[in-house]
């Protein structure tokens, strides 16, 4: 057997007795220089992690005897643990946790942790990080030397989230733990240590965030060329027909004023959209929509269709608002990238249209279904109630069998 054992945050003190029986009896310590500095007085063999990590499978896989790794906290906690279960059979580990650095920072600044979201910035970079944070109003961040405490805030407050309580813990179980109460500006202050856990809980809703939490944001509330925006009422039937699940990748092709993905955020807090849009003007007014509702999710793509979504990571769900003038092209490039299932919204207000996707559809096999949507408003600001009618509009929604 190996056995994952997991150091607590007060040194050898943590280990339970079971713990500390099955490291005297190793003949093989494994774990990081901390870890193994706890146990100076063992005599057998010793293998340090560091930049070393690819070693030390083929070292387990060889070895006799009974192997101990040493992990911090619970080695399947953002562990070590996830890395051996991959790349050795699951039935020759015991894993025997501890309590997490996580955990121990929520007990000292005195707060529930079971609601709270873990992001670890190892490897994922502040942006894909400040998505997880701001999509929660309880996140307990374990950093590194890239993607610090300062580097998160920088983004909250670029993005205009700066409604968080933070606490930042630092070298904890040690002789310099520090534990800082402030807020996402008093972070830019502070040189953290590298051993750290940041923990965020919204105290307010900052300028602007909050004001999408609804579907069918008012036409007027976007910035937009010539009002050529997806009208409210349009948009909401098309979310509904999109069927989208919380972790979908959506493409928004011909994004115009970014209306649809910005809906399109709220029901994907763990999914991807990539809004793509070939008209300067037009992206500029995304920028500026992006901004005021505070998007997480989205990725402005500056680029035509169909030549730009080679790039792309495949779709599971596509939205086309516009084509300019190469539907069929951008149909057959969705067509080969999305799966089995995948579903294709399409508004049309033309009959050309409208007629063009549903051959390609009926050709490809798809399972189609066409809704006519007529909307009339009353006017505003007028002595009577009379409606004003739009344009007809097809929403196309066809699944991929």
């Known amino acids: 057997m190996i056995y994952v054992v997991g150091a607590g945050v007060e040194g050898q003190e943590g280990f339970s007795q079971r713990a500390l029986e099955l490291i005297q009896q190793a003949d093989l310590l494994v774990g990081g220089e901390r870890q193994l500095d706890l146990f100076p007085e063992f005599d057998k063999e010793r293998f340090a992690i560091g930049s070393n990590l690819g070693e030390m499978v083929p070292l387990l896989q060889k070895k006799q005897g009974q192997v101990v790794v040493l992990a911090s906290g619970d080695p399947l906690f953002f562990g070590i643990g996830r890395y051996l279960l991959r790349n050795l059979p699951d039935e020759e580990f015991e894993f025997v946790p501890n309590v997490s650095s996580v955990q121990y920072a929520f007990a000292k600044i005195q707060e529930p942790w079971d609601d709270a979201v873990f992001v670890s910035a190892h490897g994922r970079g502040v942006k894909a990080a400040v998505d997880r944070i701001v999509a929660n109003d309880k996140a307990a961040i374990l950093t590194d030397e890239t993607n610090t405490p300062k580097a998160i805030a920088k983004e909250l407050l670029e993005r205009g989230r700066d409604g968080y309580a933070a606490w930042l813990c630092e070298s904890l179980g040690g002789e310099q733990e520090r534990i800082i109460e402030t807020d996402v500006r008093g972070l830019l202050e502070i040189d953290a240590a590298p051993l750290n856990v940041l923990i965020l809980i919204k105290q307010y809703e ?103 979504l080679d790039d792309l990571p495949d779709p599971d769900r596509v939205f086309i608002g516009g084509s300019g003038g190469h539907l069929w092209e951008i149909l057959e490039i969705t067509d080969r990238r999305l799966p089995a299932e995948g579903r294709i919204v399409l508004n049309a207000i033309t009959l050309d249209t409208l007629t063009a996707a549903t051959e390609f559809f009926d050709n490809a096999g798809y399972e189609v279904e066409v809704t006519t949507v007529n909307i009339s408003r009353t006017r505003p600001l007028s002595d009577y109630k009379m409606f004003e009618a739009y344009n007809p509009v097809y929403i196309i929604a066809a699944v991929k069998q």
């Open 206 to 308: 900052s300028a602007g965030e909050g004001q999408s939490s609804w579907l069918g944001i008012p036409d007027e509330d976007f910035a937009t060329v010539k009002k050529l925006i997806t009208k409210e009422e349009v948009r909401v039937i098309t979310l509904a027909k999109l069927r989208l699940r919380h972790d979908m990748t959506l493409w928004d092709i011909g994004a115009g004023s970014g209306s649809v993905s910005i809906e399109a955020d709220h029901l994907l807090p763990n999914g991807k959209i990539l809004a793509i849009e070939r008209n300067p003007e037009c992206r500029e007014f995304i920028k500026q929509n992006l901004q005021k509702f505070n998007a997480r999710n989205i990725t402005l793509v500056d680029g035509h269709a169909p030549e730009c």
